[in-house]
């Protein structure tokens, strides 16, 4: 019946956020994902979970392909295989559809990112006092000492800042936990905005703190969203007269680049970075042929 695909999608997303294996964002594009699958399923006059062979997944790749990236594709065949896993280990179903189901190749790109005087350019703080731009000087030097991921960025509360050791706690994806160093620029910034903040409560300006954990506060005093930095940052790139594409992920990207072109190890970087696999660290080592060369008429005996 329809209800049990219902139930099925239901009880994953259900089970798959308290055990806090996917971030927000995350268990939003997935729970989209799967109400769309079953939107496709009801078109096919597929009501039982038991009816959902290959065949039928793969022409819903094929008709996904046409409109989709390939790594949206792939996003949504994720999803749907772990869901069904999920039924399968429940015996609601006795095979998996999609186990056997092939993502399809995404294409290799490297993401933006900024030159080392690029970032400098964007993270020149204003001279004007606005606890607002004090608020967005600390969420950009934060951004780009630490690499985190926006999603952790928002999710951070001032009890995870360690000012004494300069470190910030940061909960990944799957409940994962890691320190990261700052930096001394970083640290100042968050203390400049948490004084500018308390004086803007303390004034006439109406502002009230109603979070008083969140380490980002939007205009209400509440903790601010992903959306909000995401916007916040487009407009700082637009003033310094940066490329549109420079988004928080390229802030992320430019931490990784900027450390690996100094000579950092790559098993560091992908322990800042809280990946899994080494071989998602590995896409951030594209670095410039000038610094290539340097390094290797420094290193090569017969240069």
Not at 76 to 100: L, M, T, Y
Not at 188 to 205: D, F, I, T
């Given at each position: ?119 400098e350019h964007l993270l020149r703080p ?92 939007n205009r209400m005093g509440g903790r ?80």
């Open positions: 019946m329809a209800e049990q695909i219902s139930k099925i999608i239901h009880d994953y997303l259900e089970q798959a956020a308290l055990e806090r294996r996917y971030a927000d964002h995350s268990l939003r594009g997935y729970r989209h994902d799967l109400l769309e699958f079953q939107a496709y399923l009801e078109e096919q006059g597929v009501r039982d979970p038991e009816k959902i062979e290959v065949h039928l997944i793969r022409a819903y790749m094929s008709q996904l392909l046409r409109k989709n990236k390939k790594s949206s594709v792939g996003r949504k065949v994720a999803a749907i295989r772990a869901c069904f896993k999920f039924a399968q280990r429940k015996g609601w179903i006795q095979e998996n559809p999609a186990s056997h189901l092939r993502s399809p190749k995404t294409e290799k790109h490297i993401p933006p990112f900024l030159s080392e005087r690029e970032a204003s001279s004007e006092a606005a606890w607002l731009l004090k608020r967005d000087q600390a969420i950009f030097e934060l951004f780009y000492a630490s690499g985190i991921r926006l999603s952790e960025l928002t999710g951070l509360s001032w009890p995870d800042i360690d000012f004494s050791i300069r470190m910030v706690r940061v909960k990944g994806k799957g409940g994962r936990e890691r320190v990261v160093p700052l930096g001394r620029v970083a640290i100042e910034a968050l203390k400049v905005y948490q004084q500018a903040a308390e004086e803007a409560e303390r004034g006439e300006s109406g502002f009230k703190v109603t979070d008083r954990q969140a380490l980002f506060l601010m969203t992903d959306r909000t930095i995401a916007r916040r940052l487009k407009k700082r790139v637009l003033a310094a007269g940066l490329s549109p594409t420079i988004s928080p992920h390229a802030l992320r990207h430019s931490f990784a680049t900027h450390l690996l072109n100094a000579g950092a190890d790559l098993r560091v970087v992908q322990e800042l970075l809280g990946h899994k696999s080494l071989s998602t660290t590995q896409k951030y080592t594209h670095i410039s042929l000038g610094h290539l060369m340097e390094v290797y008429k420094k290193a090569f005996p017969r240069p």
